[in-house]
């Protein structure tokens, strides 16, 4: 698009971000009789999931042709992506719990803003330090635990800085090409499948297992076990889906659980859609097609059955038809076929023209959630 052609859209979407600021009570459709009291866990939450975020650190690539070419500081640019993404991650949290404040009311502004600033100074204080899995999980595990123990609230503040204090004190990390590089193909995979479409591109890669894979059974779990690193999302999605119900008391309590159930097993599915994207890869396993559909459906059954079961402890309703819902949604999602752009099946609509042959061929495996999901709300 050129320049003149962004003017219109940024002024829709700057209306529609302002207007939840400007007009307090316009979320009441969708929040209902929800109270000043959901803030606190949306907060903490958002906070969590921010700063998980945040410390997987996409910040630090660089293009090797000019790491090769052109000499200078590498670590300026750095830094610079560092704080434009931990601005962005932050200010997203602090805006929607601004717009859900002017709805339902603000319930502790003294306590909001002290684990705000400490929880967004320490997750950028941490992501100048180098990968370590007990420093980057302690303050997401940290405002998780604060969700379900009220008495936890202050003391988390001081657990965060003292936290931050301790990193602040470590020398930041300097990249190397090797972590650089790695970074860059990372960034060109994201942008190019969020370009095309292609998101069952991002699920994450496994790592090696001691499994001997043979058969359909164990090469599917031999890669639930080499993605064992999403189990950290898995849990803020499980731990999302009660605070996000009680938020928005308006909806039906089952579409997050729905939700929920469906995000945490989708990374570990990741082994059958390697197998469905790359025949060469396929043809090395012994095992049909009708199997290792059943066997990921099988393991993806496992996530969402816990996420179905921990709900419940939270106060939502316990819906065990969601797990094979999920897992089979899971399962047409990883083995959808490459996107045909021709099959745009372009429909005009709202004065523009919208590709609903595309839409519909992206979203395949989410669109049978999302129909299993209004059949159990409504009956």
Do not use: N
């Not at 064992?228 to 898995?234: D, G, K, L, R, T």
């Amino acid at each position: 698009m050129r320049h003149g052609e962004w003017v219109v859209p940024g002024v829709v979407v700057a209306g529609v971000v302002v207007t939840p600021l400007l007009r307090p009570g316009v979320l009441r459709l969708w929040t209902g009789p929800a109270t000043a009291g959901v803030l606190v866990p949306l907060l903490l939450v958002l906070l969590a999931v921010a700063t998980a975020s945040l410390l997987r650190r996409d910040h630090v690539w660089a293009d090797p042709a000019v790491l090769t070419w052109r000499d200078g500081d590498r670590e300026t640019p750095v830094r610079r992506r560092l704080l434009v993404s931990w601005a962005l991650r932050f200010g997203a949290v602090a805006y929607a719990v601004a717009a859900l404040a002017t709805t339902v009311g603000w319930a502790d502004p003294v306590w909001f803003g002290a684990v705000f600033t400490v929880a967004a100074a320490h997750a950028l204080a941490v992501a100048r330090l180098p990968r370590a899995w007990s420093a980057d999980l302690a303050a997401p595990l940290l405002l998780v635990a604060a969700v379900f123990v009220d008495g936890l609230r202050w003391p988390l503040v001081g657990a965060l800085a003292a936290l931050t204090l301790g990193a602040l004190l470590q020398r930041p990390a300097v990249a190397g090409r090797f972590e650089l590089v790695r970074g860059w193909r990372a960034r060109l995979l994201r942008s190019v499948s969020t370009v095309f479409g292609d998101l069952v591109a991002l699920l994450p890669p496994a790592r090696p297992v001691r499994l001997r894979q043979a058969g359909a059974a164990r090469f599917v779990l031999a890669g639930a076990l080499g993605r064992w690193e999403s189990v950290p999302f898995a849990v803020l999605v499980v731990v999302a889906a009660p605070v996000l119900a009680g938020a928005f008391a308006a909806t039906a309590a089952v579409l997050w659980v729905g939700v929920a159930a469906y995000l945490a097993a989708l990374p570990f599915a990741g082994a059958l859609a390697e197998v469905h994207r790359r025949p060469g890869l396929r043809r090395w396993v012994p095992a049909s097609t009708v199997s290792l559909k059943a066997c990921t459906a099988v393991v993806s059954a496992v996530p969402a059955a816990v996420c179905v079961g921990a709900v419940v402890l939270a106060g939502l309703p316990f819906e065990p038809l969601l797990v094979p819902l999920a897992a089979w949604s899971v399962v047409r999602t990883v083995t959808r076929p490459d996107i045909d752009y021709a099959a745009q099946g372009a429909v005009a609509l709202f004065g523009g023209t919208i590709p609903v042959g595309i839409i519909a061929q992206v979203f395949r495996g989410p669109d049978l959630l999302l129909l299993g999901v209004l059949v159990l709300a409504v009956f």
